[in-house]
């Protein structure tokens, strides 16, 4: 993976809820390391869930040739 970071600007109180989460955690050290995560898990989500829905559609289309639907 490239290692070249962007920065991003977020609002401060939502900064403030991120700090408290990762004191909270043992998985993170910082702030940056659990927006990471939670970016990679939501990008990871939306792309299954656009396979699921791509898939649903295929079988749908065959169950309409196949005169089930």
Same mark, same amino acid.
């Given at each position: /993976? !490239? +290692?070249? &970071? ?8 939502? *900064? !403030?809820k991120? =700090?408290?989460k990762v @004191?909270?955690? +043992? ?12 970016? &990679?898990? @939501?990008?990871? =989500? +939306? /792309?299954? !869930?656009? &396979? +699921? ?9 065959? $169950?309409k040739?196949?005169? *089930? $639907?």
């Amino acid at each position: /993976m !490239n +290692d070249i &970071k962007k920065e991003i600007i977020i609002p401060e109180e939502l *900064y !403030n809820k991120l =700090t408290e989460k990762v @004191s909270e955690e +043992d998985d993170f050290e910082t702030v940056e390391e659990f927006v990471i995560y939670l970016l &990679k898990q @939501s990008l990871s =989500t +939306d /792309m299954e !869930n656009a &396979k +699921d829905e791509k898939e649903e559609e295929e079988i749908k289309e065959r $169950l309409k040739k196949l005169g *089930y $639907l």
